[in-house]
């Protein structure tokens, strides 16, 4: 029983990616079929058939794992801590000395070998 209820959820399952995949490309191929229509107007009707294709996606077994792993990197996100401006300002003048630094070496390294060859070869 559980083996027939799995093959009718997989059939479902394809079906529902089908019509999805179909509603996508009817969306692309619609937005620029009627590109002669207002802007605001394409952008609201892709706004709402972009909705309706999430919710779909959602009601798929890998729309729910990927809800299941936004949801999950929201909770890791709010552990994080965040550095304050005053340390945000340091790091990047840190990173910006630190370029800085190592395009002068660069550049005195360059020039050297410029020179060296240039006496080599004179």
């Known amino acids: 029983m559980s083996v027939k209820k ?3 959820n997989a ?25 002669a229509v207002a802007l605001p107007i394409r952008a609201a009707v892709g706004i709402v058939l972009a909705a309706v294709i999430f919710t779909l996606v959602r009601y798929t077994q890998k729309g729910d794992l990927a809800w299941v792993f936004i949801k999950g ?7 994080v801590v965040w ?26 390294v360059d020039a050297f070998f410029f ?3 240039k006496s080599i070869s004179a």
Do not use: C, D, H
């Open 11 to 35: 059939k479902k399952e394809t079906l529902l990616w089908v019509f999805i995949f179909l509603l996508t490309v009817t969306g692309i191929f619609a937005n620029s079929y009627f590109s």
């Open 6 to 8: 799995a093959k009718e």
């Open 73 to 79: 990197s929201r909770n890791e996100l709010r552990k």
């Open 83 to 108: 550095p304050t401006k005053q340390e945000t300002t340091q790091m990047t003048l840190l990173v910006v000395v630190m370029v800085v630094v190592v395009a002068l070496i660069l550049w005195g």
């Open 115 to 117: 020179w060296l060859i």
